[in-house]
């Protein structure tokens, strides 16, 4: 049985200003700081100057409150890649990987941390499906989409979730280090939630908001929805040895010879 100790949290940023400092502010006020382990800001060539102001903003406003900001430039390409090498930089005894743009509501934090005290060993992800969670702003194509595709991955998994291809996840640290993440863009986010529910990860569902970002463009685009359906196929039939990394294929062997 896992514990809950702290948490670290994955804020990717490219064009962010006023939404970074938001959410790392709504953050601070609204969780214990005995539980925020960290904030990782993962940033990358394209990210702006004025960006990486805001990001030296919300470090120093943290720090004073005695929750330390770091900031990593991401040597894996694209969103995928960028949250994946926070992934990998994380300390704490779980990770949240979400969005610094208030797509990914920052109130509902406080709400994730509640859950991974009660079920440490588990995944919890945000559903905008779930009842009390909502869209706002989404495009209306994408909105019928992404209900179809809801529906269909749910069942082509057997699972009951409302909301697989919401990037807004919370787990144990050690379970996102362990597992062979494949895709770098977008169709990663729907790959973190497909691989543990093939490895037996029981996942629960917290209700929350997606708001449509007040800043810069969408990196997201209808295009990128349709690519989910590869890596949903190609999961779905891969064997469990498969979806983890080497080096725990390796320790899991020589545990066994022992």
Not at 183 to 194: S, V, Y
Not at 201 to 213: L, P, Q, T
Request: hydrophobic fraction near 40%; proline fraction near 3%; charged fraction near 30%.
């Amino acid at each position: 049985m896992g514990e809950f100790n702290s948490v670290s949290i994955l804020l990717p940023t490219l064009n962010e200003t006023f939404s970074f400092i938001e959410t790392v502010k709504i953050i601070l006020e609204e969780c214990d700081k005995k539980d925020l382990h960290e904030f990782i800001a993962i940033v990358c060539e394209r990210t702006e100057k004025e960006s990486l102001k805001s990001i030296e903003e919300a470090k120093l406003m943290s720090e004073k409150e005695g929750v330390p900001l770091h900031i990593l430039y991401q040597t894996k390409p694209f969103a995928g890649g960028a949250v994946q090498d926070g992934m990998d930089l994380a300390t704490g005894s779980h990770t949240i990987m979400m969005a610094p743009d208030l797509e990914t509501d920052p109130h509902s934090v406080k709400e994730f941390i509640e859950m991974a005290k009660k079920y440490p060993d588990d995944m919890i992800t945000a559903s905008r499906w779930k009842k009390k969670g909502n869209f706002a702003g989404y495009n209306k194509v994408k909105f019928v989409l992404n209900f179809l595709f809801q529906k269909i991955f749910s069942l082509f998994y057997g699972v009951k979730l409302t909301d697989i291809t919401f990037g807004y996840r919370l787990a144990p640290t050690k379970l996102f280090q362990s597992i062979a993440w494949e895709e770098l863009r977008h169709p990663f986010f729907l790959e973190t939630a497909l691989k543990p529910i093939c490895l037996g990860v029981k996942i629960h569902e917290i209700s929350s908001g997606w708001a449509a970002r007040q800043e810069g463009e969408s990196q997201n685009s209808l295009l990128q929805t349709f690519k989910y359906l590869k890596i949903a196929f190609k999961v779905k039939f891969e064997k469990k040895k498969n979806l983890l990394k080497e080096t725990v294929k390796d320790d899991s062997k020589s545990d066994k010879e022992v």
